[in-house]
């Protein structure tokens, strides 16, 4: 943990600092748990009252806030956003460790820039590239032909299979499965007969997925994640998806095979996505949304439901139904 004082912290932030600058910052919490030589943050007027009744030595605020006496105030137009690169300062990651470890095994083939860590029982199969300053850590494994940009972090237990690519910065939670074979089956002779799943996975830079997700290979082609997009924990990708850039898709959310989701779109947790669905740029799709097969979600207003709907119908629904019960109960 880094330990600075307001100002220092401000100038890092490109922001300005108001009243006490030389007050030391050493840490950060949440308003009501902060102590003095700690960091906290005002997200908006509403929470004004709390800000004031803090013990925060420090916070970051909007225009308009008024501190308690003693205050240090790093005024910023997005609180929780400078809040968010100030934790970064605060604490940050540890460096790589460069070199591979004794009981790790990189295939002879690999190339594993000399910046690189390597820990132990990682597996790194034939011809794959690591980029610099990335972090594969222990039990991680790493399949042939893969490719993994600079300055990312693959935690421990994460599996990448053959021909995947992967872009600078990105992180990969521990479990996380990246490139297994497509839900790909076709029924012939009385059975299920497997269909090869033969294509691969493309990551753009930037990319975090969580713990125990798992994003499927190709039948034929390419299962895309883009720049920036964020998965949660327990996420499934199925095969043949493209997810676009900078898209947000939150915990237990499941995507039938070829399904679209343009750039910046939001997923809420426990969504449920049916073949080759599309979800347009900017889209909202409210938590435990079921969107069948097929189905385009335009932007605009969120949708909700099952199947799912523009949030104001959906209401408007529920509503009704809620008449009808008491209606019925009073029968």
Same mark, same amino acid.
């Given at each position: 943990?880094?330990?600075?004082?307001?100002?220092?912290?401000?100038?890092?932030?490109?922001?300005?600092?108001?009243?006490?600058?030389?007050?030391?910052?050493?840490?950060? #919490? #949440?308003?009501?748990?902060?102590?003095?030589?700690?960091?906290?943050?005002?997200?908006?007027?509403?929470?004004?009252?709390?800000?004031?009744?803090?013990?925060?030595?420090?916070?970051?605020?909007?225009?308009?806030?008024?501190?308690?006496?003693?205050?240090?105030?790093?005024?910023?137009?997005?609180?929780? #956003?400078?809040?968010?690169?100030?934790?970064?300062?605060?604490?940050?990651?540890?460096?790589?460790?460069?070199?591979?470890?004794? #009981?790790?095994?990189?295939?002879?083939?690999?190339?594993?820039?000399?910046?690189?860590?390597?820990?132990?029982?990682?597996?790194?199969?034939?011809?794959?590239?690591?980029?610099?300053?990335?972090?594969?850590?222990?039990?991680?494994?790493?399949?042939?032909?893969?490719?993994?940009?600079?300055?990312?972090?693959?935690?421990?237990?994460?599996?990448?299979?053959?021909?995947?690519?992967?872009?600078? &910065?990105?992180?990969?939670?521990?479990?996380?499965?990246?490139?297994?074979?497509?839900?790909?089956?076709?029924?012939?002779?009385?059975?299920?007969?497997?269909?090869?799943?033969?294509?691969?996975?493309?990551?753009?830079?930037?990319?975090?997925?969580?713990?125990?997700?798992?994003?499927?290979?190709? /039948?034929?082609?390419?299962?895309? @994640?883009?720049?920036?997009?964020?998965?949660?924990?327990?996420?499934? @990708?199925?095969?043949?998806?493209?997810?676009?850039?900078?898209?947000?898709?939150? /915990?237990?959310?499941?995507?039938?095979?070829?399904?679209?989701?343009?750039?910046?779109?939001?997923?809420?947790?426990?969504?449920?996505?049916?073949?080759?669905?599309? @979800?347009?740029? &900017?889209?909202?799709?409210?938590?435990?949304?079921?969107?069948?097969?097929?189905?385009?979600?335009?932007?605009?207003?969120?949708?909700?439901?099952?199947?799912?709907?523009?949030?104001?119908?959906?209401?408007?629904?529920?509503?009704?139904?809620?008449?009808?019960?008491?209606?019925?109960?009073?029968?």
């Amino acid at each position: 943990m880094i330990r600075l004082t307001a100002g220092e912290l401000a100038a890092k932030l490109g922001l300005n600092c108001c009243g006490p600058s030389e007050r030391v910052v050493c840490g950060a #919490a #949440a308003l009501v748990d902060a102590a003095s030589e700690q960091l906290s943050f005002v997200g908006s007027a509403k929470y004004f009252d709390a800000g004031r009744a803090s013990k925060a030595g420090t916070v970051v605020v909007p225009p308009g806030y008024e501190p308690a006496e003693g205050q240090a105030v790093i005024e910023s137009p997005q609180p929780r #956003a400078h809040f968010a690169v100030a934790l970064g300062i605060l604490y940050p990651q540890a460096a790589p460790a460069a070199g591979i470890h004794p #009981a790790a095994f990189v295939d002879p083939t690999a190339v594993v820039d000399c910046t690189a860590e390597i820990g132990p029982g990682v597996r790194i199969g034939p011809d794959s590239r690591i980029g610099a300053r990335t972090r594969i850590l222990h039990g991680a494994s790493i399949g042939a032909e893969v490719v993994v940009g600079a300055d990312g972090c693959i935690h421990p237990l994460a599996v990448i299979h053959d021909r995947v690519s992967i872009g600078a &910065r990105c992180v990969l939670h521990s479990g996380c499965v990246i490139g297994a074979d497509g839900f790909g089956f076709e029924f012939s002779g009385g059975r299920f007969q497997k269909v090869p799943q033969v294509g691969t996975v493309e990551i753009g830079d930037d990319v975090e997925i969580g713990a125990n997700s798992c994003v499927d290979r190709a /039948a034929l082609g390419v299962t895309v @994640i883009g720049t920036g997009t964020k998965l949660d924990n327990m996420v499934h @990708i199925a095969h043949n998806c493209r997810i676009g850039k900078h898209v947000v898709i939150a /915990a237990q959310t499941g995507l039938a095979g070829g399904v679209t989701i343009g750039d910046y779109a939001v997923v809420g947790g426990q969504v449920g996505v049916g073949d080759k669905a599309r @979800i347009e740029s &900017r889209a909202v799709v409210g938590s435990g949304a079921g969107i069948l097969t097929s189905k385009i979600v335009r932007a605009g207003e969120p949708v909700w439901g099952t199947p799912a709907r523009p949030l104001r119908q959906h209401l408007a629904q529920l509503a009704t139904l809620a008449r009808l019960s008491k209606r019925k109960g009073g029968a």
